[in-house]
């Protein structure tokens, strides 16, 4: 393969193991969006935890798998408690208090991996069995790499047959559409949001432990994704899982041929295209309005 060809391959998988971590951070965040109405301004935060507690599984057990199995679900069950304790109680009180509460507790997480962990930048270790190089197309590409897009498309799919293929998925659905008249048939819809709540929540924890060994982990990682997730949200269309992917997948791509070519530019590329988008579809490629 001549260097040019390569070069536009690696960049190519480069963005698609990005856009595929942005795909589950912003699919949780349109998931809980679109079934509780709530624009959860803390998910990136929750995203960041997981990280973090991957650091401290790691350290105890000296497994990465372990960590991936661990750091989400403890993870998931913090977003579970979250939006019993306190997100529940402020039901009724608008968009206004949800998005005062969860910046609240994005502060909060913030603050508390500062006192628990300190504001060094963390390095984690790619697992033995992921490292090394796989061949595509006669180029030789890290597997851990790989791993990532595998991973991220498994979790999504994962999502999607629970939604479509599951009763409990056709409750969530049903409960968008009319949760009173959900309600009103028996369902217990504050036991489904709260386990909506907490599967978004441990989607954005596999991603925070699948891209720590990529990114490294500091303080400011949920600023880092929690931005580039919200705009993904924004162009794809609030509430739309097609709409999250398809966007999640350009911004990747965008993203990496964009520091290859126009390195300067590239940090301001994704909010260039958030705002053509907007002109011209303000609800999103793939919203609808209500």
Known sequence: MDPVTAMYVAQTMNGLAYGMVLLLVAS??????????????????????SAYICITVLNVTGSFWAALLIAPVLTALFGILFERLLLRKIHGA????????????????????????????????IPP???????????DYPIYRLFIIVMSLAVFCLMVVILYKTRLGMI?????SD?????AV????????????????????VAGVIIAP???????????????AFVVVVVGGFGSLLGAFVSAIFFGLLNSFGIQFIPRLAPVLMFVCMVLVLSFKPMGLFGERE
Do not use: C
């Open 94 to 125: 608008g968009h206004i208090g949800e998005l005062i509460l969860t910046v609240g507790m994005m502060m909060i997480i913030m603050d508390s991996v500062k006192i628990f962990w300190g504001t060094d930048t963390y390095f984690i270790n």
């Open 214 to 228: 990529i990114l490294q982990v500091f303080p400011g990682l949920a600023d880092q994704m929690g931005m580039d």
């Open 186 to 205: 028996g369902i217990d819809m504050p036991l489904v949001s709260m386990l909506v709540f907490g599967f978004g929540t441990w989607m954005a924890g």
């Open 172 to 176: 969530v659905r049903a409960g968008v």
């Open 179 to 183: 949760a009173e008249m959900v309600g």
């Open 28 to 49: 949780g965040l349109t998931l809980i969006f679109g079934m509780m109405g709530i624009l959860n301004l803390a998910h990136a935060s929750f995203f960041m935890l």
């Open 129 to 139: 069995s992921l490292k090394g190089l796989v061949s595509i197309f006669g180029m």
